[in-house]
T-cell receptor, first 118, second 114 residues
Framework: NAGVMQNPRHLVRRRGQEARLRCSPM?????VYWYRQLPEEGLKFMVY????????ESGMPKERFSAEFPKEGPSILRIQQVVRGDSAAYFC????????????????FGPGTRLTVL | AQKVTQAQTEISVVEKEDVTLDCVYETRDTTYYLFWYKQPPSGELVFLIR??????QNEISGRYSWNFQKSTSSFNFTITASQVVDSAVYFCALKINQGGKLIFGQGTELSVKP
């Protein structure tokens, strides 16, 4: 049973470019969370999604950042016109639906994408 | 507002010593969930334990043990007979809703020297 997959693992962008980070949840998980870890800081929540639905985006910066979790395919965190301050590790986590058998709300994390903005 | 405080930024011990990582949380909710995660030098986040607010039983898993005390809003983590492979950053986290976001502490960087 594969864990949470994230790609790419490392991403280098120049200022002004777009960054697309992908996350495939664990099999059977329908909830996805994105967190950001800035250098020397802890993990901060960004957004919580279910399939085709944003549940909580209270941690998302107001501009340039967007996230989606389509019916088919991975969840995507998109950062437009990146700036140096966007350099960080971005982690995705997944958990099953509360309606699923043997539900536990534990979030399991992927290996992260390290974004470097030059 | 919810908050998690890990007052120890860095801890350094020698192999085989016992070490306790402190975690203090704040919430007005009566139902909540507490977690510990480990982030080794390779960078991934590894789930260690989950506790809900109604279960104050302490837990032991091998060399790891957790002490949950609602009276002091603490959920401390002890590693017995530490090993070099325990070197990592350890995060304590709080969640107040099932399916909701995790609120992380700043993390404690543990260094175990041979």
């Amino acid at each position: 049973n594969a864990g949470v997959m994230q790609n790419p693992r490392h991403l280098v962008r120049r200022r002004g470019q777009e960054a697309r980070l992908r996350c495939s949840p664990m099999k059977g998980h329908s909830h996805v969370y994105w967190y950001r870890q800035l250098p020397e800081e802890g993990l901060k929540f960004m957004v919580y999604l279910q399939k085709e639905n944003i549940i909580d985006e209270s941690g998302m910066p107001k501009e340039r950042f967007s996230a989606e979790f389509p019916k088919e395919g991975p969840s995507i965190l998109r950062i437009q016109q990146v700036v140096r301050g966007d350099s960080a590790a971005y982690f995705c986590a997944s958990s099953p639906s509360p309606r699923s058998q043997g539900y536990t709300d534990t979030q399991y994390f992927g290996p992260g994408t390290r974004l470097t903005v030059l | 507002a919810q908050k998690v405080t890990q007052a120890q930024t860095e801890i350094s011990v020698v192999e085989k010593e016992d070490v306790t990582l402190d975690c203090v949380y704040e919430t007005r909710d009566t139902t909540y969930y507490l977690f510990w995660y480990k982030q080794p030098p390779s960078g991934e986040l590894v789930f260690l334990i989950r506790r809900n607010s109604f279960d104050e039983q302490n837990e032991i898993s091998g060399r790891y043990s957790w002490n949950f005390q609602k009276s002091t809003s603490s959920f401390n983590f002890t590693i017995t007979a530490s090993q070099v492979v325990d070197s990592a950053v350890y995060f304590c986290a709080l969640k107040i809703n099932q399916g909701g976001k995790l609120i992380f502490g700043q993390g404690t960087e543990l260094s175990v020297k041979p």
